[in-house]
């Protein structure tokens, strides 16, 4: 008969051994995302639809809801004509009714570009050089200006002329960031039936779309069957807006079976410390990060690897992200040429060639608080500016709350993604600014010794260090487990065997 003695030591040991029970069997859980991805073309009315299928491979459990827009900012603008006089003169500011019309008619040098040729939209909202014309307007590639690709952006400009059919298609205006208005409704097919008495605005349902608010919790977790699809139905309300929405329900994927023992170990001792509280010193918090440095350049896509290290699994159990970004202020080139009188600066005179060309990469606009001393009364740039406020008059866009990309990430211990489709960043993670919670994982994600995380990443807008940051908990090798009073040791009861 067992003593009391042996009842306890059986319980500690039950509560310290990272290994299953003999004979037990569970089935292998993975954090996973579906994300519906829907073009939208601006026209109010218009229907959009898309399908996820749930793969054969197991069941997927939705339990939170959330959405982002990934929005084309950029619009074409027609360069004006390049005045022979300064800008100082009465014959230069001839007024906006005597520039309708009037177009570029030589070919032209883009370090010579002035910014009186730019409209008085695009210096207000923001600018910058075509990203598709760099060949054109640059004389060597990112790599051999800045070494290591995405290091450096200050490059040379082309001595040789641009032809002035393309005087639309060298630099871009880029609109302010909008607040979508959609009509939306979700039907399972797997069941038949719609989530919703009819279609739900997506403000009222899902909040900001900038991805400030935490995602939605559903009231009650959804199961979607192997096999089964999803059917997600937009109306658009917006009119103008152009982009690709994405609608993501977070979850996890039940698998049949568990291709790895260990996995079951590690997910066994995350269970035990999770349920009894232990804080033991095998188990300590611990982040992994991915980190990229952004070009800034649409469609460039970047992967990087995580190694898992070989002293214990680690869990992750939520996912956080940042985006690093040099100073907004521009800083002008101080032996640039152009016209200044008594310490005063004629706006409309400067040359694209005074300014970084990093930040007319990245996108410049004068500051809200200087427009209304660097236009006149009449809409033209002030002839008469201060020379000393030049370097305070002007901000790139390149800020941390209007990145764009999207992502996916890959486990190579298991050989799975945890995703069906790249997501963007705002539908999966949220701001980027800092301004959200930490995404929980809907279940921690079990990374085995020795793997590792692969993430890639498709730039869409923004330049700088990106961080994409696992949190959650090592865990260390597992101590011997306890002698039972009165029991043989295991090797010598083998031995006897």
Do not use: W
């Amino acid at each position: 008969m067992m003593s009391a003695q042996q009842a306890r030591a059986r319980a500690a040991h039950r509560r310290t051994s990272p290994f299953p029970p003999a004979g037990s069997s569970s089935e292998s859980v993975i954090p996973f995302d579906h994300a519906a991805s829907f073009d939208l073309k601006g026209i109010p009315g218009n229907i959009v639809q898309d399908v996820i299928n749930i793969s054969s491979e197991g069941t997927f459990v939705a339990v939170a809801i959330g959405y982002g827009f990934e929005e084309d900012r950029a619009r074409a603008v027609k360069l004006g004509p390049a005045n022979s006089l300064g800008s100082n003169s009465p014959e230069s500011n001839p007024g906006p009714a005597a520039a309708v019309g009037r177009v570029l008619t030589n070919d032209f040098l883009p370090s010579k570009l002035r910014l009186s040729q730019v409209p008085v939209a695009a210096l207000i909202e923001g600018f910058r050089l075509n990203p598709n014309f760099d060949r054109l307007i640059f004389a060597d590639t990112p790599q051999t200006a800045g070494g290591r690709r995405g290091v450096s952006r200050d490059r040379n400009f082309s001595a040789l002329p641009i032809p002035n059919t393309f005087d639309e298609s060298i630099i871009q205006r880029i609109k302010p960031l909008e607040e979508i208005s959609f009509l939306f409704s979700i039907v399972d097919s797997g069941t038949g039936r719609e989530l919703q008495d009819e279609p739900i605005h997506n403000l009222a349902s899902l909040g900001k779309s900038n991805g400030e608010r935490p995602f939605r919790m559903l009231a009650q977790p959804l199961t979607f069957q192997p096999r089964s699809t999803i059917r997600l139905q937009i109306i658009e309300r917006s009119e103008g807006v152009l982009g690709t929405l994405f609608i993501v329900l977070y979850g996890y994927k039940i698998l049949g079976s568990c291709p790895e023992p260990l996995a079951r170990a590690l997910s066994a001792t995350a269970s035990a410390a999770r349920a009894n509280g232990n804080s033991s010193s095998r188990i300590v918090p611990f982040d992994y990060v991915s980190k990229f440095q952004l070009t800034g350049t649409p469609g460039n896509e970047i992967e990087d690897e995580v190694p898992i290290n070989a002293e214990g699994g680690f869990v992750a159990t939520s996912i956080g992200y940042g985006l690093g970004v040099d100073s907004l202020d521009v800083t002008l080139n101080p032996f640039a040429q152009f016209a200044t009188a008594e310490g005063k600066t004629s706006l409309g005179d400067v040359p694209f060639s005074a300014f970084p060309t990093g930040a007319l990469q990245d996108g410049i606009r004068i500051r809200p608080n200087f427009v209304r001393i660097a236009f006149t009364n009449g809409g033209q740039l002030e002839p008469l500016f201060p020379g000393d406020l030049l370097n305070r008059a002007f901000e790139r866009l390149n800020r941390p709350e209007d990145v764009s990309f999207r992502y996916s990430i890959f486990d190579t211990g298991t050989g799975r993604e945890l995703q069906n489709q790249p997501i963007n960043n705002i539908a999966g993670l949220g701001i980027a600014n800092g301004d959200r919670p930490f995404k929980p994982l809907a279940r921690p994600l079990m990374l085995l010794p020795r793997s590792t995380i692969r993430v890639n990443v498709e730039e869409h807008f923004g330049r700088g260090t990106l961080f994409i940051v696992f949190q959650g908990y090592k865990l260390l090798d597992a101590p011997a487990a306890p002698q039972i009073p009165g029991q043989m040791p295991v090797a010598r009861r083998r031995a006897r065997r």
